[in-house]
């Protein structure tokens, strides 16, 4: 009866344990791609108001996000005015998206403006490019603060370089936080440095990101090692990242893989976490 009782015992105990087991491996199972989501919107809004400047410094004119180039004139999208004196050592480019929700050739919304100051030549070696967005909006995502590129002439590739720091924050459209953003990045011009057009043109970009989520977390962030971003700016790519990968940590919780695919102009990525894979669908 006393060893029954002991097997009794153990089995119990057994159970418990397997079951205390089952328990916290639901409890610790975690499916929160929401944090990732929003590093990819930050990372696409910081390199679209690139996209903007460099078009604008370039051409004069930011046709690419016009609703139509035949009616750009009459368009409430992307009008620009210029003040060739700022500063002594500055011109400026104002470009205003109109009070209203305007739609973009990227297939973004955007209102408000965005004011860029320019030390030089845009394609000039340590020209300097201010972007400073004012009441300006995403797709009804308000975003506040400013970045700074330096132009650091050619690589060892004959390929221009940017140098590209950002301090901005987004409060997201469904009121649901607002997004502490600080980046350092760097940006390749990997073809089309060479024409006016603006739908050759293709970029990679590294480098690293800080901040806090919509929901407080803070987080860390870098692009993996050997799969920059790549943006290509032909008609239906450019909204979104084609490749590369990058390594986004939550405070508290374990490291997710936003990988944006392998060349599919799409607006599907894939978050790894804990090896489980999730696809969503990126703003």
Request: charged share 20%; net charge positive; hydrophobic share 30%.
């Amino acid at each position: 009866m006393k060893k029954l009782s002991h097997i009794l015992i153990l089995g119990l105990s057994l159970t418990l344990t397997f079951s205390s087991c089952q328990k916290k491996q639901i409890k610790e199972e975690d499916t929160d791609t929401q944090s990732a989501a929003e590093s990819s919107l930050a990372t696409s809004i910081d390199n679209d108001m690139n996209n903007i400047a460099d078009e604008a410094g370039r051409n004069k004119s930011v046709s690419s996000f016009k609703t139509s180039e035949a009616s750009a004139i009459l368009s409430s999208c992307a009008t620009l005015h210029f003040d060739t004196l700022i500063s002594s050592n500055a011109d400026s480019i104002t470009v205003n998206f109109g009070n209203s929700n305007c739609l973009c050739n990227d297939g973004r919304y955007r209102r408000g403006k965005l004011l860029i100051v320019y030390t030089g030549k845009y394609r000039d070696s340590l020209t300097t490019i201010t972007v400073t967005p004012l009441n300006y909006y995403v797709n009804d995502n308000k975003v506040s603060g400013s970045k700074t590129v330096k132009n650091l002439g050619h690589n060892a590739q004959g390929r221009l370089v940017y140098d590209i720091s950002a301090n901005f924050s987004i409060l997201k459209a469904d009121n649901s936080g607002t997004i502490q953003w600080v980046g350092t990045r760097q940006r390749e011009w990997l073809a089309g440095e060479n024409t006016l057009l603006w739908i050759d043109d293709k970029y990679s970009i590294t480098g690293s990101a800080s901040g806090t989520n919509a929901n407080g977390r803070s987080f860390t962030s870098s692009i993996t090692s050997g799969k920059p971003l790549i943006r290509d700016m032909s008609i239906g790519c450019r909204k979104h990242f084609i490749s590369g990968e990058i390594k986004h940590t939550p405070q508290g919780k374990p490291t997710r893989i936003i990988d944006f695919g392998n060349g599919t102009c799409d607006d599907q990525a894939t978050v790894t976490i804990n090896a489980n894979t999730y696809t969503i669908t990126l703003p």
